[in-house]
């Protein structure tokens, strides 16, 4: 990975993501009807220099704005948005370096990212009370520390060169131990069989005695002990994909309607997308595609204000965008990529033709976390001025 390319600015950011976009939806069906893992996709981004561009510009990074960010992962989920997950906790393990690495940690991480590095995520834990009840231990061993536990939906694990793991210290607060993939006692597996979003391999992580360093562990609980953007930024990426999912599926139906689908007959067109009624479902579903990429870039651009000036006023009135962005956009992947099949009949719910994907990706994503939760912090903020939480997902 020496020798992957050092991405500028945001606009040769944007311009990458595009092409590989491109490139990427191309086999994005098949590689979801095989389950075909995209590591070759996976070393192309690496060495494009896309998993870089939120290395500051002091380190040799591109150090984009978060609007830019948030477009390059919805462009990569238009496309396949299997792709578009893996990054999503890289991007969010990154900041975590940025806000709470040392001098000598950021150099260290930032010269591993701009070589083409991946980080992946070992968090979520099953069979715990909630989502945030973390069981796997980080215990003091000699002049570093040692891990065990297990962890599920460890999306991009199997991709990874680095997995970052959320462990709770002997002291019970919330630490991020950086751990290389191939350390002894570590074992990824490949056992992630959900029905949508198939190639992120969110498998399993175990760690059985496994050693860390002192100086590959982060104090992550400090993130949240005043005002923060770590779940903003997580959130917002989170959006983007759905965001992608759904103009993925209104290109797709679009697509469909022009060159294979019939007209009904009653339309009296001798073309489906002359039909009155279609051109009028097609209007409404480009509005719900734009609203959802507008509320994307909005959330964003709150974020990156709240960088400028952060304050507990700043960082919740971010994290409510995010909330908006992502509710919204939840809604509409679901309602595109439904709506996929209303607007292109029968034949487009052949399983050859895996259209089906695009809602099995969708409904598999938003699952990620309840929007009914988000819209209940957005309720609160607007009736009576409540600041959101700071536990990292909003």
Do not use: C
Request: proline share 4%; aromatic share 6%.
């Amino acid at each position: 990975m020496s020798g992957a390319h050092v991405i500028a600015d945001g606009t040769e950011a944007l311009n990458v993501a595009r092409r590989l976009a491109a490139e990427f939806a191309k086999d994005a069906s098949a590689r979801d009807a095989e389950r075909r893992l995209p590591h070759a996709e996976l070393d192309r981004l690496s060495a494009a220099g896309l998993l870089a561009v939120t290395v500051p510009a002091a380190h040799g990074g591109a150090d984009v704005d978060t609007a830019t960010l948030a477009e390059v992962i919805r462009l990569l989920a238009t496309a396949d948005p299997n792709i578009a997950q893996i990054p999503q906790s890289h991007f969010v393990y990154v900041n975590v370096i940025r806000a709470r690495g040392t001098e000598e940690q950021r150099e260290f991480f930032y010269r591993e990212l701009l070589a083409g590095k991946r980080f992946g995520n070992a968090q979520s834990e099953a069979g715990t009370k909630h989502v945030q009840d973390y069981r796997t231990r980080l215990v003091v061993e000699g002049n570093g520390f040692r891990l065990e536990g297990t962890k599920h939906y460890s999306t991009g694990a199997l991709f990874a060169h680095w997995i970052p793991v959320l462990a709770r210290g002997d002291d019970e607060k919330l630490y991020v131990a950086y751990v290389p993939s191939d350390a002894p006692g570590l074992t990824v597996i490949d056992d992630w069989n959900g029905m949508g979003q198939r190639t992120t391999a969110s498998g399993t992580v175990r760690l059985d005695g496994v050693h860390v360093p002192a100086d590959r562990v982060l104090p992550h609980h400090l993130t949240f002990t005043g005002p923060q953007l770590h779940g903003a930024v997580a959130q917002l990426l989170h959006a983007a994909i759905d965001a992608g999912i759904a103009d993925g599926a209104l290109a797709e139906a679009v697509e469909f309607v022009r060159t294979k689908s019939r007209p009904y007959f009653e339309s009296g067109f001798d073309k489906a997308s002359d039909d009155p009624l279609l051109i009028q479902r097609f209007g409404e579903l480009a509005i719900e595609v734009r609203a959802a990429n507008a509320l994307l870039t909005e959330a964003a651009r709150a974020i990156d204000a709240a960088r400028a000036d952060l304050t507990d006023e700043s960082a919740g009135a971010a994290s409510i965008a995010v909330a908006a962005a992502k509710a919204y956009a939840d809604r509409a992947a679901l309602s595109v990529t439904n709506a996929l099949f209303e607007v292109s009949g029968t034949r487009s719910s052949l399983d050859p033709l895996n259209l089906h994907r695009h809602w099995r990706n969708a409904r598999t994503h938003t699952l990620h976390d309840p929007v009914r939760w988000k819209i209940q912090h957005l309720g609160r903020y607007v009736l009576n001025g409540t600041l959101p939480p700071r536990h990292g997902l909003l």
